[in-house]
């Protein structure tokens, strides 16, 4: 993998990488594999995020034996934390956890607004879901940014004094 990222990523000093997602439970059961992978795949300029967390069973000793990017939160944790409380106080844990070992905390399936809500005011650093966003082409990605670019320009800029 570290080899194909070599030969294929972009040559500008500037770029920011590549997250890797692994699902939580390919990590418990091959964590000595990826160790050993591990510097090089930081060396080419990759990162591995944990996906699905807390749907499994994850050891906190594979989180301190790993410095990984990102912990993304499962979808059926996610979908209705805005309502469920267990859902919410998992979730807060979750994020807890993910910055306490230096990670972003990543809501997959945000699809409600009191999810979205819930979820920033617990710190979580991104989400996906489609109320976020819905699958797209490369043209409507391309448009989409077209149109935020042209927005940006039309706004007037803002400085403290």
């Known amino acids: ?3 194909l990222i070599l030969l294929h990523r972009p040559e500008c000093s500037d770029w920011a990488g590549l997250i890797l997602e692994i699902p939580e439970r390919q990590i418990v059961n091959k964590m000595e594999s990826l160790q050993a992978r591990l510097p090089k795949l930081r060396q080419c300029g990759a990162s591995i995020a944990i996906d699905n967390f807390g749907r499994g069973s994850f050891s906190f000793e594979a989180i301190s034996q790993m410095p990984f990017s990102e ?10 934390c805005g309502n469920v409380s267990t859902n919410a106080n998992i979730c807060k844990t979750i994020i807890q956890i993910a910055h ?10 945000v699809s409600t607004p009191a999810d979205l809500q819930l979820l920033t005011r617990l710190g979580c650093d991104m989400g996906q879901g489609f109320l976020l966003g819905k699958p797209m082409t490369v043209q ?10 042209g927005q940006a320009e039309k706004t007037p800029e803002v400085r403290a004094s």
Do not use: P, T, W, Y
């Open 1 to 3: 993998m570290a080899d």
């Open 71 to 80: 912990i993304k939160i499962d979808r059926s944790l996610v979908e209705g």
């Open 100 to 109: 306490n070992f230096g990670c972003r905390a990543a809501a997959v399936g």
């Open 140 to 149: 409507q990605l391309d448009a989409l940014v077209a149109g935020f670019l």
